[in-house]
Protein backbone atom coordinates (compact mmCIF):
# COMPACT_ATOMS: atom_id res chain seq x y z
CA UNK A 1 0.00 0.00 0.00
CA UNK A 2 1.36 3.41 -1.06
CA UNK A 3 0.15 6.82 0.94
CA UNK A 4 -1.04 9.47 -2.08
CA UNK A 5 -0.63 12.69 -1.36
CA UNK A 6 -0.40 14.94 -4.41
CA UNK A 7 -4.35 15.51 -4.55
CA UNK A 8 -6.81 15.18 -7.42
CA UNK A 9 -6.29 15.53 -11.04
CA UNK A 10 -8.68 18.42 -11.09
CA UNK A 11 -7.33 20.42 -8.40
CA UNK A 12 -3.83 20.04 -9.54
CA UNK A 13 -5.15 21.95 -12.65
CA UNK A 14 -7.08 24.38 -11.19
CA UNK A 15 -3.98 25.39 -9.10
CA UNK A 16 -1.49 25.70 -12.02
CA UNK A 17 -2.53 28.75 -13.12
CA UNK A 18 -1.16 27.97 -16.65
CA UNK A 19 -2.51 25.16 -18.73
CA UNK A 20 -1.62 23.82 -22.24
CA UNK A 21 -2.71 20.94 -24.46
CA UNK A 22 0.21 19.58 -23.62
CA UNK A 23 -0.24 18.83 -20.03
CA UNK A 24 -3.47 17.25 -21.08
CA UNK A 25 -1.33 15.19 -23.08
CA UNK A 26 1.29 14.07 -20.69
CA UNK A 27 -1.53 13.48 -18.57
CA UNK A 28 -3.68 10.78 -20.63
CA UNK A 29 -0.42 9.08 -21.60
CA UNK A 30 0.87 8.23 -18.23
CA UNK A 31 -2.82 7.00 -17.57
CA UNK A 32 -2.63 5.05 -21.30
CA UNK A 33 0.34 3.36 -19.29
CA UNK A 34 -0.99 2.44 -16.36
CA UNK A 35 -4.44 0.57 -17.88
CA UNK A 36 -2.41 -0.78 -20.52
CA UNK A 37 -0.44 -2.35 -17.32
CA UNK A 38 -3.23 -3.41 -16.04
CA UNK A 39 -4.60 -4.81 -19.55
CA UNK A 40 -1.53 -7.07 -19.88
CA UNK A 41 -2.30 -8.58 -16.59
CA UNK A 42 -5.93 -9.02 -17.58
CA UNK A 43 -7.55 -6.91 -15.24
CA UNK A 44 -10.17 -4.18 -16.22
CA UNK A 45 -10.49 -1.29 -14.31
CA UNK A 46 -14.53 -0.45 -15.44
CA UNK A 47 -14.64 2.89 -13.47
CA UNK A 48 -12.15 5.60 -14.92
CA UNK A 49 -12.95 8.81 -14.23
CA UNK A 50 -11.00 12.14 -13.16
CA UNK A 51 -11.35 11.27 -9.64
CA UNK A 52 -9.72 8.36 -9.72
CA UNK A 53 -6.37 10.05 -11.35
CA UNK A 54 -4.34 11.27 -8.23
CA UNK A 55 -0.89 12.63 -8.43
CA UNK A 56 1.51 10.34 -6.24
CA UNK A 57 2.71 13.91 -4.41
CA UNK A 58 2.91 17.39 -4.52
CA UNK A 59 6.14 17.61 -6.77
CA UNK A 60 5.10 19.72 -9.97
CA UNK A 61 6.13 16.83 -12.13
CA UNK A 62 4.86 13.93 -9.89
CA UNK A 63 3.43 10.55 -11.68
CA UNK A 64 -0.27 9.84 -11.99
CA UNK A 65 -1.39 6.83 -9.44
CA UNK A 66 -4.50 5.32 -10.86
CA UNK A 67 -7.15 4.45 -7.43
CA UNK A 68 -10.12 2.71 -6.91
CA UNK A 69 -10.19 -0.83 -7.95
CA UNK A 70 -13.44 -1.45 -6.35
CA UNK A 71 -15.29 -2.35 -9.93
CA UNK A 72 -12.00 -3.55 -11.32
CA UNK A 73 -12.28 -7.29 -12.57
CA UNK A 74 -9.63 -10.34 -14.35
CA UNK A 75 -12.94 -11.25 -17.15
CA UNK A 76 -13.05 -15.06 -17.73
CA UNK A 77 -12.83 -15.96 -21.75
CA UNK A 78 -12.23 -11.93 -22.18
CA UNK A 79 -15.88 -10.88 -21.89
CA UNK A 80 -17.97 -9.21 -19.15
CA UNK A 81 -21.73 -8.36 -18.67
CA UNK A 82 -22.12 -6.79 -15.57
CA UNK A 83 -23.70 -3.09 -16.05
CA UNK A 84 -21.20 -0.88 -13.83
CA UNK A 85 -19.22 2.27 -13.75
CA UNK A 86 -20.09 6.02 -13.52
CA UNK A 87 -22.35 7.57 -15.83
CA UNK A 88 -21.22 9.96 -18.30
CA UNK A 89 -17.92 7.77 -18.20
CA UNK A 90 -19.59 4.48 -18.55
CA UNK A 91 -19.30 3.05 -22.81
CA UNK A 92 -22.02 2.38 -24.92
CA UNK A 93 -21.85 -1.49 -24.90
CA UNK A 94 -22.56 -1.59 -20.78
CA UNK A 95 -25.60 0.69 -21.44
CA UNK A 96 -26.68 -1.64 -24.11
CA UNK A 97 -26.20 -4.82 -21.38
CA UNK A 98 -23.73 -6.54 -24.11
CA UNK A 99 -20.85 -8.31 -23.56
CA UNK A 100 -18.10 -6.18 -23.42
CA UNK A 101 -14.30 -6.69 -23.26
CA UNK A 102 -11.48 -4.01 -21.91
CA UNK A 103 -12.14 -1.45 -24.48
CA UNK A 104 -14.31 -0.03 -21.77
CA UNK A 105 -11.69 1.95 -19.83
CA UNK A 106 -10.05 3.11 -23.20
CA UNK A 107 -13.84 4.57 -23.82
CA UNK A 108 -13.39 6.08 -20.26
CA UNK A 109 -9.76 7.47 -21.54
CA UNK A 110 -11.04 9.08 -24.35
CA UNK A 111 -14.00 10.76 -21.91
CA UNK A 112 -11.58 12.21 -19.91
CA UNK A 113 -9.21 13.35 -22.71
CA UNK A 114 -11.78 15.39 -23.63
CA UNK A 115 -12.74 17.00 -20.56
CA UNK A 116 -9.04 18.13 -19.86
CA UNK A 117 -9.57 20.00 -23.58
CA UNK A 118 -12.29 21.65 -22.72
CA UNK A 119 -13.10 21.50 -19.01
CA UNK A 120 -16.64 19.97 -19.59
CA UNK A 121 -17.72 16.31 -20.12
CA UNK A 122 -18.86 14.90 -23.56
CA UNK A 123 -22.42 13.58 -22.23
CA UNK A 124 -23.85 15.51 -19.61
CA UNK A 125 -28.23 15.36 -19.36
CA UNK A 126 -30.17 16.16 -15.74
CA UNK A 127 -32.34 13.59 -17.00
CA UNK A 128 -30.86 10.02 -16.49
CA UNK A 129 -32.84 8.18 -19.61
CA UNK A 130 -31.62 11.08 -22.12
CA UNK A 131 -27.93 10.97 -20.45
CA UNK A 132 -27.38 7.18 -21.55
CA UNK A 133 -29.47 7.64 -24.50
CA UNK A 134 -26.38 10.30 -25.65
CA UNK A 135 -23.83 7.75 -24.74
CA UNK A 136 -25.45 4.68 -26.89
CA UNK A 137 -25.52 6.90 -29.78
CA UNK A 138 -21.90 8.40 -29.55
CA UNK A 139 -23.53 11.37 -29.72
CA UNK A 140 -21.39 13.98 -28.63
CA UNK A 141 -19.27 17.19 -30.55
CA UNK A 142 -16.70 19.68 -30.09
CA UNK A 143 -18.32 22.83 -29.94
CA UNK A 144 -17.21 26.24 -30.75
CA UNK A 145 -15.44 28.25 -28.82
CA UNK A 146 -14.06 25.97 -26.65
CA UNK A 147 -12.74 23.75 -29.10
CA UNK A 148 -11.44 26.36 -31.78
CA UNK A 149 -7.87 26.51 -30.20
CA UNK A 150 -7.46 22.61 -29.46
CA UNK A 151 -5.14 20.81 -32.21
CA UNK A 152 -6.83 18.89 -35.00
CA UNK A 153 -4.57 15.90 -33.70
CA UNK A 154 -6.17 15.83 -30.19
CA UNK A 155 -9.73 16.00 -31.58
CA UNK A 156 -8.57 12.63 -34.01
CA UNK A 157 -7.31 11.11 -30.67
CA UNK A 158 -10.29 11.75 -29.07
CA UNK A 159 -12.56 10.88 -31.93
CA UNK A 160 -10.36 7.01 -31.91
CA UNK A 161 -11.13 6.42 -28.75
CA UNK A 162 -14.79 7.15 -28.47
CA UNK A 163 -15.61 5.10 -31.01
CA UNK A 164 -18.84 3.67 -30.59
CA UNK A 165 -17.51 0.38 -32.11
CA UNK A 166 -15.62 -1.65 -29.19
CA UNK A 167 -13.90 -3.38 -32.36
CA UNK A 168 -12.74 -0.38 -34.27
CA UNK A 169 -11.81 1.84 -30.80
CA UNK A 170 -8.49 2.43 -30.48
CA UNK A 171 -6.42 0.35 -27.43
CA UNK A 172 -4.03 1.26 -25.17
CA UNK A 173 -1.30 0.50 -27.43
CA UNK A 174 -2.71 2.21 -30.08
CA UNK A 175 -2.95 5.18 -28.30
CA UNK A 176 0.31 5.45 -27.30
CA UNK A 177 1.41 5.26 -30.58
CA UNK A 178 -0.83 8.13 -31.94
CA UNK A 179 1.04 11.10 -32.82
CA UNK A 180 -0.90 13.62 -30.38
CA UNK A 181 0.51 10.84 -27.73
CA UNK A 182 4.08 10.04 -28.91
CA UNK A 183 4.85 12.49 -30.85
CA UNK A 184 5.16 16.63 -30.63
CA UNK A 185 1.61 17.44 -32.09
CA UNK A 186 -0.26 18.88 -29.32
CA UNK A 187 -0.15 22.83 -29.32
CA UNK A 188 1.66 24.25 -26.44
CA UNK A 189 -1.12 26.95 -26.23
CA UNK A 190 -2.22 28.22 -22.99
CA UNK A 191 -6.41 27.02 -22.69
CA UNK A 192 -6.73 27.54 -18.77
CA UNK A 193 -8.71 30.24 -18.91
CA UNK A 194 -11.83 28.41 -21.08
CA UNK A 195 -10.90 25.18 -19.19
CA UNK A 196 -10.40 25.96 -15.85
CA UNK A 197 -13.70 28.12 -16.29
CA UNK A 198 -15.83 25.31 -17.56
CA UNK A 199 -14.01 22.97 -14.79
CA UNK A 200 -15.35 25.20 -11.58
CA UNK A 201 -19.07 25.21 -12.89
CA UNK A 202 -19.14 21.26 -14.38
CA UNK A 203 -17.21 19.50 -11.36
CA UNK A 204 -17.88 22.15 -8.09
CA UNK A 205 -16.59 19.79 -5.26
CA UNK A 206 -20.08 19.01 -3.43
CA UNK A 207 -19.88 15.49 -1.71
CA UNK A 208 -23.81 14.81 -1.16
CA UNK A 209 -23.87 15.22 -4.71
CA UNK A 210 -21.62 12.73 -5.51
CA UNK A 211 -23.30 10.77 -3.04
CA UNK A 212 -26.59 10.86 -4.81
CA UNK A 213 -24.72 10.52 -8.12
CA UNK A 214 -23.60 6.94 -7.16
CA UNK A 215 -26.78 6.08 -5.34
CA UNK A 216 -28.63 6.93 -8.72
CA UNK A 217 -26.18 4.91 -11.22
CA UNK A 218 -26.08 1.76 -8.37
CA UNK A 219 -30.12 1.86 -8.89
CA UNK A 220 -30.40 2.10 -12.45
CA UNK A 221 -28.08 -0.38 -12.69
CA UNK A 222 -29.76 -2.64 -10.27
CA UNK A 223 -33.18 -2.05 -12.59
CA UNK A 224 -31.30 -3.12 -15.93
CA UNK A 225 -29.73 -6.24 -13.91
CA UNK A 226 -33.43 -6.90 -12.75
CA UNK A 227 -35.26 -6.04 -16.11
CA UNK A 228 -32.99 -8.33 -18.32
CA UNK A 229 -30.15 -10.44 -16.99
CA UNK A 230 -27.28 -10.73 -19.06
CA UNK A 231 -26.06 -14.11 -19.78
CA UNK A 232 -23.16 -15.77 -17.77
CA UNK A 233 -19.92 -15.05 -19.70
CA UNK A 234 -18.85 -18.19 -18.02
CA UNK A 235 -21.52 -20.02 -20.54
CA UNK A 236 -20.19 -17.91 -23.41
CA UNK A 237 -16.66 -19.24 -23.73
CA UNK A 238 -17.06 -18.12 -27.61
CA UNK A 239 -19.27 -14.97 -27.18
CA UNK A 240 -17.25 -11.73 -28.88
CA UNK A 241 -18.74 -8.64 -29.12
CA UNK A 242 -20.53 -7.96 -32.51
CA UNK A 243 -20.15 -4.69 -34.22
CA UNK A 244 -23.01 -2.63 -34.61
CA UNK A 245 -25.01 -2.07 -37.77
CA UNK A 246 -24.66 0.82 -39.89
CA UNK A 247 -27.50 2.31 -38.61
CA UNK A 248 -26.37 1.67 -35.09
CA UNK A 249 -23.60 3.29 -35.68
CA UNK A 250 -24.92 6.85 -37.04
CA UNK A 251 -25.50 9.27 -34.37
CA UNK A 252 -28.41 11.40 -34.54
CA UNK A 253 -27.93 14.66 -34.94
CA UNK A 254 -30.35 17.63 -34.31
CA UNK A 255 -30.08 19.97 -37.53
CA UNK A 256 -30.98 23.40 -35.67
CA UNK A 257 -31.66 26.53 -37.97
CA UNK A 258 -28.06 28.78 -38.52
CA UNK A 259 -29.88 31.61 -36.63
CA UNK A 260 -31.09 30.00 -33.36
CA UNK A 261 -28.68 30.56 -30.62
CA UNK A 262 -26.73 27.64 -29.18
CA UNK A 263 -25.58 26.90 -26.08
CA UNK A 264 -21.45 25.62 -25.63
CA UNK A 265 -22.66 21.94 -26.35
CA UNK A 266 -24.22 22.73 -29.46
CA UNK A 267 -27.76 22.48 -28.41
CA UNK A 268 -30.49 24.57 -28.88
CA UNK A 269 -31.59 27.99 -26.49
CA UNK A 270 -35.13 27.90 -24.92
CA UNK A 271 -36.21 31.08 -24.84
CA UNK A 272 -38.73 31.92 -21.91
CA UNK A 273 -42.25 32.14 -23.92
CA UNK A 274 -41.63 28.42 -24.70
CA UNK A 275 -44.00 26.47 -23.28
CA UNK A 276 -42.99 24.56 -20.37
CA UNK A 277 -43.94 20.68 -20.29
CA UNK A 278 -44.77 20.19 -23.86
CA UNK A 279 -42.53 17.59 -25.30
CA UNK A 280 -43.46 18.45 -28.89
CA UNK A 281 -43.04 22.54 -28.41
CA UNK A 282 -39.94 22.66 -26.27
CA UNK A 283 -36.91 23.35 -27.95
CA UNK A 284 -34.36 21.18 -25.28
CA UNK A 285 -36.87 18.17 -25.49
CA UNK A 286 -34.12 15.29 -26.03
CA UNK A 287 -31.77 17.99 -27.51
CA UNK A 288 -30.58 20.15 -24.09
CA UNK A 289 -27.01 19.28 -22.36
CA UNK A 290 -26.69 22.03 -20.14
CA UNK A 291 -22.71 22.46 -18.69
CA UNK A 292 -24.20 24.14 -15.20
CA UNK A 293 -24.83 21.61 -12.81
CA UNK A 294 -28.60 21.91 -11.98
CA UNK A 295 -29.33 22.54 -8.19
CA UNK A 296 -33.34 21.79 -8.66
CA UNK A 297 -32.84 18.25 -9.79
CA UNK A 298 -30.52 17.53 -7.56
CA UNK A 299 -32.54 19.08 -4.88
CA UNK A 300 -35.70 16.82 -5.95
CA UNK A 301 -33.21 13.68 -5.74
CA UNK A 302 -32.09 14.30 -2.34
CA UNK A 303 -35.92 15.04 -0.91
CA UNK A 304 -36.87 11.69 -2.51
CA UNK A 305 -33.67 9.97 -0.78
CA UNK A 306 -34.60 11.30 2.55
CA UNK A 307 -38.08 10.64 2.40
CA UNK A 308 -37.28 7.55 1.95
CA UNK A 309 -35.39 7.18 4.31
CA UNK A 310 -37.91 8.86 6.48
CA UNK A 311 -40.24 6.12 5.93
CA UNK A 312 -37.89 3.84 6.62
CA UNK A 313 -37.34 5.06 10.03
CA UNK A 314 -41.08 5.92 11.18
CA UNK A 315 -41.72 1.63 9.97
CA UNK A 316 -38.90 1.09 12.44
CA UNK A 317 -40.25 3.47 15.19
CA UNK A 318 -43.62 1.63 14.67
CA UNK A 319 -42.44 -2.03 14.99
CA UNK A 320 -40.55 -1.09 18.18
CA UNK A 321 -43.51 0.64 19.71
CA UNK A 322 -45.87 -2.18 18.62
CA UNK A 323 -43.51 -4.97 20.28
CA UNK A 324 -43.35 -2.95 23.62
CA UNK A 325 -46.72 -1.50 23.58
CA UNK A 326 -48.91 -4.48 22.24
CA UNK A 327 -48.01 -7.24 25.49
CA UNK A 328 -48.67 -3.78 27.90
CA UNK A 329 -52.22 -3.10 26.44
CA UNK A 330 -53.06 -6.94 26.56
CA UNK A 331 -52.26 -7.19 30.14
CA UNK A 332 -54.15 -3.73 30.71
CA UNK A 333 -57.03 -5.22 28.96
CA UNK A 334 -56.85 -8.39 31.05
CA UNK A 335 -56.51 -6.67 34.29
CA UNK A 336 -59.52 -3.97 34.09
CA UNK A 337 -62.23 -6.18 31.32
CA UNK A 338 -65.06 -6.95 33.57
CA UNK A 339 -65.00 -10.50 33.93
CA UNK A 340 -67.76 -12.41 31.98
CA UNK A 341 -69.61 -9.08 30.69
CA UNK A 342 -68.70 -9.56 27.40
CA UNK A 343 -69.38 -13.16 25.89
CA UNK A 344 -67.19 -12.51 22.68
CA UNK A 345 -63.62 -13.05 24.46
CA UNK A 346 -65.02 -16.58 25.07
CA UNK A 347 -62.33 -17.91 22.45
CA UNK A 348 -59.93 -15.64 22.84
CA UNK A 349 -56.36 -16.29 23.86
CA UNK A 350 -54.61 -13.66 26.22
CA UNK A 351 -51.80 -13.43 28.40
CA UNK A 352 -52.13 -12.54 31.85
CA UNK A 353 -49.71 -11.53 34.39
CA UNK A 354 -51.00 -13.29 37.98
CA UNK A 355 -48.92 -10.75 39.87
CA UNK A 356 -50.41 -7.55 38.53
CA UNK A 357 -54.21 -8.47 39.60
CA UNK A 358 -55.16 -8.93 43.39
CA UNK A 359 -56.49 -12.10 44.34
CA UNK A 360 -60.45 -13.06 43.80
CA UNK A 361 -62.46 -14.43 46.51
CA UNK A 362 -61.75 -17.74 47.60
CA UNK A 363 -58.65 -17.64 45.80
CA UNK A 364 -55.17 -17.90 47.47
CA UNK A 365 -52.27 -14.85 46.78
CA UNK A 366 -49.89 -15.33 44.00
CA UNK A 367 -45.95 -16.79 44.46
CA UNK A 368 -43.36 -14.24 44.43
CA UNK A 369 -42.47 -15.07 40.92
CA UNK A 370 -43.99 -12.86 37.92
CA UNK A 371 -45.20 -16.34 35.56
CA UNK A 372 -46.75 -15.61 32.11
CA UNK A 373 -49.15 -18.23 31.20
CA UNK A 374 -51.45 -18.13 28.45
CA UNK A 375 -55.15 -18.59 29.55
CA UNK A 376 -58.31 -18.94 27.49
CA UNK A 377 -61.35 -17.23 28.94
Known sequence: MQLVSGGELFDRILDKGVYTEKDASRVIKQVLQAVSYLHQNSIVHRDLKPENLLFFNTDENAKIMVSDFGLSKTPEHGVMSTACGTPGYVAPEVLAQKPYSKAVDCWSIGVIAYILLCGYPPFFEENETRLFSKIMRAEYAFHSPFWDDISESAKDFVRNMMEKNPLKRFTTEQALRHPWIAADTAKDLDIYPSVCEQMEKNFAKSRWKQAINAATAINHMKRMSLSEPSPSPLCLPGVTAEAPTQNQQEPIVP?????????????????????????????????????????????????????????????????????????????????WWPRGQNPRCSRVSVWSCDRLRPPHAGETASPPALTLTPVLK
Open 255 to 335: HPDKNDPLDPNGNLVVSHHVTRGDPENCLCYGNCQRLSSSHSSSRKVLLKLLSIRVITVGRGVAQSLTSVLLPVFCVAVWR
